[in-house]
């Protein structure tokens, strides 16, 4: 009986390897990005908040960098306030 177990674990935990390699392979075939699994779409999305995201962070560090190069405030070195 022990052996059966043993044999039907083997059997089942390749199943999922076998499951989870074909979800790969279908994941690779369309057009996904290469830090997640989320598909490129317009519009309100995981995708999309991510990007969004990322580039304003981006933002934020040159705002940061700016002001530490011309120790003025950001908005001083715009113009926008005297």
Same mark, same amino acid.
Do not use: C
């Given at each position: 009986? +022990?052996?059966?177990?043993?044999?039907?674990?083997?059997?089942?935990?390749?199943? +999922?390897? %076998?499951?989870?390699?074909?979800?790969?392979? %279908?994941? $690779?075939?369309?057009?996904?990005?290469? +830090?997640? %699994?989320?598909?490129?779409?317009? !519009?309100?999305?995981?995708?999309?908040?991510?990007?969004?995201?990322?580039?304003? $962070? *981006?933002?934020? =560090?040159? *705002? =940061?960098?700016?002001? +530490?190069?011309?120790?003025? !405030?950001? =908005?001083?070195?715009? !113009? =926008?306030?005297?």
């Amino acid at each position: 009986m +022990t052996s059966n177990n043993s044999e039907f674990s083997k059997v089942e935990s390749s199943k +999922t390897t %076998n499951q989870l390699n074909k979800e790969k392979n %279908n994941d $690779m075939n369309e057009s996904s990005s290469a +830090t997640t %699994n989320d598909v490129p779409s317009f !519009g309100w999305s995981d995708y999309a908040e991510r990007v969004n995201g990322r580039f304003a $962070m *981006i933002g934020f =560090l040159a *705002i =940061l960098f700016i002001e +530490t190069i011309s120790h003025s !405030g950001f =908005l001083q070195w715009a !113009g =926008l306030v005297p």
